[in-house]
């Protein structure tokens, strides 16, 4: 038997490898499907992870930073499949999850995805969720990680396997598609209801400005309809307060290819707007001592 310790200090006894999920079931049923992944002695393990030893434990759902990040990193791996199925011989960097959602750094070789292509890499991510496959994690010795990934002609991959220390090193699989990985992830990606690709960006591979410029692929998931609705009002919401496009509605600074996105030029209005600010700034500082 092992002890099972809960954040209120309360202890439970299950039998050995006992998981996260199990442990959930045993509390209570909505609790156990409302959970997405848990963690063991500080650490985020999948639900079916097994736990061999006494361990301190915590259940995320998705009101948990931790939760929130198993299920958008299990909905990177969604994308990475879909875009398998899209784009035969597409190979793969790195799709983490990110404080809202998740992105995929993609290589498609000579074909080029476009903004106009998200609709569809959404349709085939939605089209595979109905499927409920399961995310099934495997430890793989290193020699065998590199064989199956330099089979596929995974050049990314391989760079990120020799650079791993053997005996610590796991694949993920969902339906048809592998990826090297240490996880966390959901058990299905039945929970995944919701689906979102927000935008597409070039990025250097591993950030280095010598290496080959991926396409990164941005989006989000939620586990209900309602509560993407929601983001996305919140996000046009955002957009009518943006700085840039108020400051150009107002005629008060533009930007210019030729200078820099991130440098304003100020416009008449602004500078007026702006030397009357800087007037005011003078008196309080004034008022309180302080010398320019």
Not at 74 to 83: D, V, W
Not at 193 to 210: D, F, I, P
Not at 262 to 288: D, N, Y
Request: aromatic residues 10%.
């Amino acid at each position: 038997m092992i002890k099972i310790t809960f954040p209120d200090g309360s202890v439970r006894e299950y039998n050995e490898e006992v998981n996260g999920l199990q442990i959930a079931e045993s509390i209570s049923p909505r609790l156990a499907q409302d959970v997405l992944a848990c963690g063991v002695n500080g650490e985020t393990y999948d639900l079916e992870r097994p736990i061999d030893k006494d361990a301190s434990i915590v259940l995320y759902k998705w009101e948990d930073e931790q939760g929130k990040h198993t299920f958008w990193h299990t909905s990177a791996h969604l994308l990475a499949e879909a875009l398998q199925e899209l784009y035969p011989g597409i190979q793969f960097g790195i799709g983490p999850a990110i404080e809202n959602g998740f992105y995929y750094d993609v290589d498609p070789g000579e074909t080029t995805i476009k903004e106009a292509d998200l609709p569809v890499i959404e349709a085939k991510m939605i089209e595979l969720v109905a499927k409920k496959e399961a995310v099934v994690r495997k430890d793989i010795a290193k020699d065998n990680a590199l064989r199956l990934f330099g089979d596929r002609g995974e050049t990314y991959k391989t760079e990120l396997i020799s650079e791993l220390e053997d005996g610590h090193i796991t694949t993920y699989t969902q339906g048809s598609f592998t990826d090297l990985c240490r996880g966390p992830h959901l058990p299905t990606t039945a929970p995944i209801k919701a689906v979102k690709l927000t935008s597409v960006a070039g990025a250097y591979w591993r950030g280095q400005e010598n290496r080959k410029m991926l396409t990164r692929i941005y989006g989000i998931t939620f586990p209900k309809k309602k509560m993407l609705d929601e983001y996305l009002v919140l996000i046009e919401e955002a957009k009518k307060r943006d700085h840039r496009k108020i400051g150009k509605e107002m005629e008060l600074f533009m930007f210019s290819e030729a200078v820099g996105k991130g440098l304003p030029m100020w416009l008449p209005k602004g500078t007026a707007l702006r030397l009357r600010l800087e007037e005011f700034l003078k008196k309080i500082q004034k008022r309180f001592g302080y010398l320019q």
